[in-house]
């Protein structure tokens, strides 16, 4: 049997170096392009990324890491999982995806405690399994007419199946995976990688014993490939021992979170991620080096250098960011510098020269501010407001950003680019901004938004105004589907030299009688999306960013902002995967907000919104972060959140609209959303408003959907005591 390479990587990224997916992606929904052009277009993404790697040197190349919108999507695929409701659809994957007039979506969530959104799987006690192995097959014969052997990877039997809720499930699936084996082991595949991230949290001993018998049983299939099964975003903790008493032969070992375990491994091959895939920080050699000599005390039979994930979570290449500062770039490190760091590794575990650390950022930090609140009781403060405000029940928002057209696309790469001038920019903005502005008061909303025109990210943003962040030209991290963000690099001491968004948001206001809110990013948000310095504990960082978000508040306030929104929507995806550690985080996260927003008067009314997270398992964190208003994703969760929203005490906005798929909800479906919303919360607290942003639809799109909106809430209000 073919032993396992010396080097490899658990994934790379798949949308292209110049966002080539997502472009292929846009074309093919908007009807530019076939489904054809798209999948030839996926091809030539992943030859690109074969020859990259094989370029690079690595001796382990994975295949069936690429997809056209998520691999979540794609193990349900490969398993049959399609609810019946999709079949008959015109293209049924991107369907389950992104709904399509008469469908809804499936739901989303985050991968584990990244900013990668998945999609649920939905199973049922009648859902029929079939395997359907096309697409890994294909891959692998692809890479192979390339000259290329692979190693193809699979979201494992039980992370698949603890994501969609169906454990109980595994006797229905596990056949289907032996079947796959077979089918790979008859293409004459070598090895075969199957993904249990879920093991690096907590697990019942129900699901310790699943995970063992899960591998009792593939282990034991008789033609298939070497089984490899990569645990990662931590430890495996207890799930480790009994893994390791089934007859895979190799094991995958994210020792970046976590230690080098003291659990026997012999006869096994290890898969040492030594190399960070969730951040964009050079690999220290004499720390790689070290872990990887320990390791030999667990008595592995092979140690394997690797990533500690996917590196589906960086950027592609830092030779693509020229314009950084020498001195920070000397730092840094990007999907293809890991992996050449893990071929050097590999190359040298016995001689490879021992260099000093890293350089980390400044050695004076800020200091930490007090975690303290610093506002009245909710009730004072809703007199106040409603006082002020004088808003009607059941008072219609949205989140805060309007679509980004090409137009404004356009004009703020010709300002970069110096063929625009700032003020012409400005122009355009400021028109911009008009313009959503009619259209909501035309609409009939309540609370007005100025529409986020200027803004390229919800982070970027402000992280191109915040002292000790640095902005890269093309480091494109895919968030979900064709969706992408360029998440920041924090490298030092923040700091806020000027007001960030007091210009617009006065614009704005002096255009309208109605109340406008002004828009804020809040501090865990602005650090869980960008690539954070690791030489301070991450809840000074956090503080100090709070301490940069207070200032604006102050700003907005003093210039006449009835309502400062301050989003959290990473606040439950920074929550540790082990629980021990949960309520610490939680208890200095929601400090930092407190602290955030403590300067705000009585009279100013404090929303905050978090979208796509399994809010409903911190729900008491959210409460006690005391916004005044909480808006957050329910329409493409079923609005589950309902069940858990019982004593809330403040204004909540559960979702009617998602606005991640191109649907538009007919007014009948909001009214309904809102009659459940009704029977869970009193009215005088309950506020409409979109699962998220509107920056990914089209004006089309948002008009119809927020007419329909708005329609279902004045139904309602309509038939409202005036109790």
Not at 620 to 637: F, K, Q
Request: hydrophobic share 45%.
């Amino acid at each position: 049997m073919s032993p396992f390479p010396t080097s490899t990587v658990l994934g790379y990224p798949r949308i292209g170096p110049r966002r080539e997916l997502k472009r292929a992606l846009e074309s093919y929904w908007d009807g530019r392009s076939t489904r054809a052009e798209l999948e030839r277009a996926g091809a030539e993404l992943r030859a690109r990324t074969w020859r990259r790697l094989a370029g690079l040197g690595l001796e382990g190349l994975p295949s069936n890491t690429f997809s056209l919108y998520d691999h979540v999507l794609d193990t349900a695929v490969l398993l049959g999982a399609v609810p019946e409701r999709y079949r008959e659809a015109a293209d049924p994957y991107f369907a389950m995806a992104r709904g399509t007039d008469g469908l809804a979506p499936l739901r989303m969530t985050k991968w584990f405690d990244t900013n990668y959104h998945c999609l649920v799987p939905e199973l049922g006690p009648d859902t029929a399994f079939k395997l359907d192995a096309a697409k890994p097959l294909g891959e692998i014969r692809e890479a192979r007419a390339l000259g290329y052997e692979t190693r193809p990877v699979f979201v494992g039997p039980v992370t698949f199946l603890l994501l969609a809720g169906a454990l109980d499930r595994l006797d229905d699936v596990l056949p289907l995976y032996e079947q796959l084996l077979g089918e790979l082991a008859a293409e004459g595949v070598a090895w075969a990688q199957l993904d249990e991230p879920a093991l690096a949290a907590d697990r019942t001993p129900e699901e310790l014993a699943a995970v063992r018998a899960a591998y009792e049983r593939l282990g034991a299939v008789r033609a298939r490939p070497r089984l490899f099964v990569a645990s990662y975003f931590g430890e495996p903790g207890a799930a480790l021992p009994a893994l390791a008493a089934t007859p895979v032969e190799a094991i995958g070992l994210d020792l970046v979170r976590g230690g080098v375990p003291a659990v026997d491994l012999a006869g096994k091959t290890v898969v040492a991620g030594v190399v960070s895939g969730r951040d964009v920080w050079r690999t220290p050699p004499e720390r790689a080096l070290a872990t990887l000599a320990a390791l030999s005390a667990t008595g592995a039979e092979r140690v394997v250098v690797s990533t500690s994930c996917s590196l589906l979570h960086v950027p592609h290449d830092l030779a693509d960011e020229p314009e950084l500062d020498p001195a920070l770039r000397a730092r840094l490190a990007f999907a293809d510098q890991k992996v050449a760091e893990v071929v050097a590794l590999a190359g040298a575990l016995d001689d490879l020269p021992a260099s000093g650390p890293r350089e980390s950022g400044p050695s004076v930090a800020l200091p930490v501010p007090p975690p303290d609140g610093g506002r009245s009781p909710y009730p004072v403060r809703a007199a106040a407001q409603a006082a002020r405000l004088g808003l009607p029940p059941l008072p219609v928002t949205t989140i805060g950003s309007f679509p980004q057209t090409g137009e404004l696309r356009a004009a703020r790469a010709a300002v970069a680019a110096g063929t625009l001038t700032e003020d012409a920019y400005e122009r355009r903005v400021a028109a911009e901004i008009e313009r959503v502005i009619r259209l909501q008061e035309r609409l009939g909303l309540d609370v007005l938004v100025h529409g986020e025109p200027e803004r390229n990210d919800m982070v970027q943003y402000f992280a191109e105004r915040l002292d000790g962040f640095a902005v890269t030209r093309n480091g494109w991290v895919q968030s979900y589907g064709s969706r992408c963000t360029r998440p920041p690099i924090l490298h030092g001491d923040v700091r806020r030299p000027a007001p960030i968004t007091v210009r617009w948001a006065e614009h704005a206001r002096s255009l309208t009688d109605k109340p406008v809110k002004g828009m804020l990013t809040g501090p865990v948000t602005i650090v869980a999306w960008s690539f954070r310095r690791d030489d301070l504990p991450l809840r000074d960082v956090v503080f100090q960013v709070a301490e940069a978000v207070r200032e604006e508040v102050a700003d907005l306030e003093a210039a006449g902002l009835p309502i400062i929104q301050v989003d959290e929507p990473a606040l439950r995806e920074l929550l540790p995967l082990r629980r021990a550690a949960q309520e610490e985080y939680l208890e200095w996260a929601v400090a930092a907000y407190r602290r955030a927003t403590s300067g705000a008067g009585d009279s100013t009314q404090i929303h905050t919104h978090l979208c796509y997270s399994d809010a409903d398992q911190i729900l008491a964190a959210i409460d006690g972060l005391d916004a005044d208003v909480t808006t957050i994703e329910s329409a493409r969760s079923g609005a589950r959140i309902l069940g858990a929203v019982e004593g809330f005490g403040r204004g909540l906005g559960p979702g009617v609209y998602d606005i991640h798929s191109p649907r538009v909800p007919p007014a009948e479906e909001v009214e309904e959303l809102l009659r459940r919303t009704l029977r869970a919360l009193p009215a005088g607290r309950v506020w409409v408003n979109p699962d998220c942003g509107l920056k990914t639809r089209t004006y089309e799109q948002v008009e119809a959907a927020l007419t329909n909106v708005v329609t279902a809430a004045r139904r309602l209000r309509a038939g409202l005591s005036p109790a």
